[in-house]
Structure formats: C-alpha cells, structure tokens
C-alpha cells in the first residue's frame, strides 16, 4: 500500500507548495475561509498517508476517514471560493457598466445632448454607489477593472487547485475499497475478485 | 376537471418574478452549482482518462466490435436478461439524449465560445471508457429480484463487488437515484416539455379548443399546460407499466426516430452552409486550445479565454452524457449476454452518439449561423439553438428549423422520463422489494403530470443535487473495483469473438 502512501503525501506536499505559489496577488475579497479549508483538508491528507502502509484493520479505517474529511475540506474550500467568485465577477460587470457609462456620458457632452447628459449621469452613480457598496475601495479605471479581471482568474486558478486535491483524496479513499486492498489491511470478509 | 386542477395548483410559471429568490432557494441555487462544479468535472474526467490509460484506448481501437454488437452480431437470445444489446443501448440513450444536447451546447458555447464545443466532445471520449467501465460491472454483478426482473447497476456492484462492509454506499446511491428520478429526469422534462410546447404551438391550437378552457388570466396556457401534462403522464405510465421490455422496444424506435429528426435538421442546416464548415471547424479547433477572443455580450465586451471553453465544455458535456452518474448502467444490466465486456462496449458508444455526435451538430449549427455571437443571454440556450435553426434555413423555411427543436425537446423530454422511471424503479426494488415498484410507478406518473404544470423551484435543485451525488458513490465503485473490469478485459479479448448470427 505504500504507493497510496506516496501518492497521498505528493498530494499534500504537492498541494501546500502550489497554494505557496498561488497565493493571491491582486487580490479584492479573496479572502475569506477557503484558504483554512484548504490547510485542514493538506493537513489530513498529510497524516493519513502516515497511517496508509501500516497493515491493520484500525489504520485503514482511520485512514480511510481522514481522507474523507480530506476530500470534504477541499470541497469546503471550493465552495467557499466559487461563491467568492461570483461576487468578484458580478464587480466586474458593475466596473464594466460604470466605464461605459461614463463612455457615453463623455459622447453625450460632446454632442450637448442635455437630457441624456442628466439620465446617463443618474445611471451612472447609482451604479456606482453599487459597486462601492460591494467593495469600498474600488477605482472606476482600466487599473481597476484590469485588478478585478486579474482577481477573478487568480480565483479560477486557485478554483482548479483545490478541485484537483479533492480529485487526489478521493481517488485514494475510492482505491482503498478495492477487495485485494481490504484484505491486505486484514478484512476477513472481503469478497473475492 | 380543468377548473379543479386550475385552483388547486399553482399553475405553470414562478408565482412572481419581482419576489425574487428566498434565502433557501438560492442556497439550493448554490448547492446544486457547486454540487455540479468543477471537482466534481474533474473527478469524472479524472475517471474517464484513467481507464483509457489502462484499457490502451478502448474507445478508438473497439469501436468496430461495438459498432457490431449493436447491429445484433453478438446477440444471445437465450441469455439471462431482458432486452437486448440494442434495445438497452437505446433505452439508456432516450435518458441521455435530452435538454443538454439542446440548450446545454448553446450556453456551453456562449459562455466558452465555439473551442468549448471541441472540449466536450473531447470529455465526451473520456466519458465512453466511463461507461464502458460502469456497464461492463453492471453484468458482472447483476441479480434477479424475487418476481424475476433483473436488478443491476452501482446498488449491485458496491454491494456485492466492494462487500457488505461497503452496502451503506449502494444504499446511499439508490436513494440519491430514487429522488433525482422525480427531479431532473421527471419534472424537468415534463416541465421543459410544456414550455417548448406552449411556446411554439399554444398559439396555433384552434381557437374553439383553447376558448373551452378559458378561465382566468393566462388560462390559455395554463390549460394547455394540464392537458399536456395528463397526456404525457398517461402515455409515460403505459410504457412504465411494461418494465424494461416495453422501454426497451418504445425506446429501440422512439431513439433512432428521434435522433434522425434532430440530426437530419442540424445536417440540413451544416449543408446550407457548406463552404464555411472548413473555416468554423478551425475557429472551433484554435479557439479550444490557443486564442482567446473577445465577444460583445450584456454587460460590455467579455474575453473568452481557453479555460473558460474548457471549463464549459466540460460541464456540458457530462451534464448531456451523464458518463459516471451511474445511471445508464442500471438499463444496461438488464440486456441478454453472458459476457459483460460485450454490454460495456455498446454501452461505450452512448456518449459517442450523444456527445460527439449530437452535441456537435448543435454546436456547428450554432457556430456557423453566428447566432452564438448575437443572442442577448446565455442562460435562454433552447431558445438560442432554436434561433439558430431558424435563421440557418432560407428566408421562408425559418419556421421548419424552429420546429424541429421544439419538437426535438418534446421527444427527448418523454423519452428520458420513461428511461428515468426505470432507474428509480430498480433503485426501489433494491431498496424495499418488488413489492413497492407500482407505488413507486404511479407516483412518478403523477408527478409528470406536477411537473408539466407547476415550478418545482427548490425541489428540482435539491434533485439535481442528489444526480450529482450519485456520482460519488459510484465512483468509489469503479475506482474500487477497476482491476475487475481490466481483469474481465483481458480475458474476454483472449478469447476469439466470432459474430454469433
């Protein structure tokens, strides 16, 4: 079983060195508690490939349960960030909404169309009101929607990360049921293959 | 009757629009999203890829042997079973071939752009070793039930093939089954059915049929909506009573009929448009796997990038094929063989016919008459493939395209519920006895009847949470017992396979 081992231990050590990496940098909101998520779910993963390659009954049965609360702590991680994800992409239509607004609030000035000039300017900062109600310290600029954009595939990628360690735990809990695996850890009644 | 249904139900669409969601409703919104995001995408992926590996591509060496075994070359009438090859494949297919093919592939498409097309149909591959796997178990370890029905599917094989200590899995499996059987494969067909119908014909019935049922309000539609979902529930429920040899014979027409009616229209359209077919295949190619390209949409400009055509063509592609649900299985068990390598093989070609296939047309289609492009919202995807069918066609022949979809979804939503029905019925039998298969039934067939008429909000979410979930179990099912079904492999292409006719 040791290659359960291995393989759970490159998933943890592997998983903690690309969340390094990935740590974010242009960073609006992502923060919240994927980032704790994602540490428990490495940590469990860590400790059962210690318990994998001893052959008892107990070792399997602790093992296989923290590779489940594994697999649940990276799929916590992920959620916590997908709902994330959705606040940073509803910013960044709001970001992309102000500009053309205001896009069109310089072209109605320069056409002196007054009427539009007063409802597009109405538009305009009740729409930004919004966003700034979102996230306080937004700036309507190619900048910050360039800092919004950049946040939301930062999210994508740390997305992927935590959805691939949850692949990795929960292929290893799925190949620990296997009837030759089962009697190996000493199930006597493990079905025959 | 009409007037006694009108009251008593809240009738066809959401109560009010202005309310908005409640806090539960968005939570199973988020659930089911999650549920159905991108761990769960790659595990299936995951899955698929690591029996290609292992079985050395099965699905591009094979495909002749299958392509064999479902013109009933391999076909043992006298084998423990119920249906035959065909009939199984067919029977699994009206489950798959549905909403997804349709709507799925335009909103995969406006939201990844045309590469994320190129992607599904890659995942669709992926997806045939998948199946091939889960069926080819499916056999292995099937049972016959006290009334002389067969049993099989994820419930045996977790059971039976990982051990008792491992019977909480299959339980938990047929559960998720039993209630995502009255959600995504019942009352969302049945409800997207009625809204395709309403839709396209409610204002062509004649005017004497609609006045009679008049009552208040948008009675016209409502009334409609209750005939329909009584017609459809009885038609469902006479093919249902038969068990798997009335599905297996209704679905052995009513697939191919189907699926020729659908991709007959898309090549009617990818034949007008010959000459652009060499150019839009490049885009779909470059745009899968190199550049990214920017689309005026709602909201501003919005760049597509690979991983976003990645990531949607992957999520469309296992929401058409459901390779690694778990479901298709329980319909190939039923089939008359005695070597289950032979069931897995045609089962492999369902998200071949499914994905690659027909998912393909839908996505040429979209792609060459640029509505992809054009169309305002991307959550409307029926109503985009429909519009792309139309304006593919000649001025004057619009209306044949937009036909063809509807009628397209009204086929493919009966067929997955009599399909579904099956799934939820074994499940049911697993779970309780054969004893309970007629309640089951007839609750199904009341709910049809519930789905054509009223907006299941929070319960279809809740339902498309448990489909997802049934992956999981049966994941640990495959994964569990892969050197079984490599060790089955192997053997039965030791052996000689002589065409049996």
Redesign the interface.
Known sequence: MTKFSILALLGALGGGVLLWTLLPTAAIWIDGPWLAWAIAGLVLLLTASILIPRPTTDSWKRAWGLLWLAAICFMGSYSSLYLLHHRVDHLASQVREVLQDEAALAKAKAEGRVADIESITQDLNTKRAEALASYPGLVFDERGKNRVEASSLELTYLEYMVSVLFVFAFFILAWMTAPPVQKFYGFTAAPAT | MIEFFSAVLPLAVPSSASEGPSALESFFD?AA??AW???F???LA?VGLYFTLRLGFTQFRRMGHAIAIGRGKYDEPDAPGEVTHFQALCAALSATVGVGNIGGVATAIWWGGPGAAIWMALFGLLGMMTKFASCTLAIKYRVTDEEGHIIGGPMEFLS???????AWLATMFAVCAVIASFGGGNMVQANQMATAFTHEFGASLPSGMTESFALVGDMQTNSIRIILGLVVAVLVGLVIIGGIKRIGRVAGVLVPVMAVFYVGGALTVIFIHIDEVPKTLGTMFSLAFGGDLTRKAA???V?LTV?QAL?WGAKRAVFSNEAGLGSAPIAHAAAKTHEPVREGLIAMLGPFIDTVIICMMTALVLTLTGVWETFADGSQGAVMTKLAFEQGLPEGYGWIGRYTVAIGLILFAISTAISWSYYGDRCVTYLFGPKAVMPYRTVYVLFLFLGANIDGGIVWKFADVTNAAMA?WN??????????VV?LYKDYFSRPQEPLE
């Not at chain 2, 039976?160 to 200590?165: E, S």
């Not at chain 2, 994941?475 to 079984?484: C, Q, Y």
């Open positions: 988020s999203d999650i995001g991108l761990p995408i790659l595990m995951a039976r093939g990982l051990g008792k200590r491992f909201g501003g400009a760049g991983l990531t999981f994941i640990i099912g495959l994964l569990g017992l892969s050197t079984v060790a």
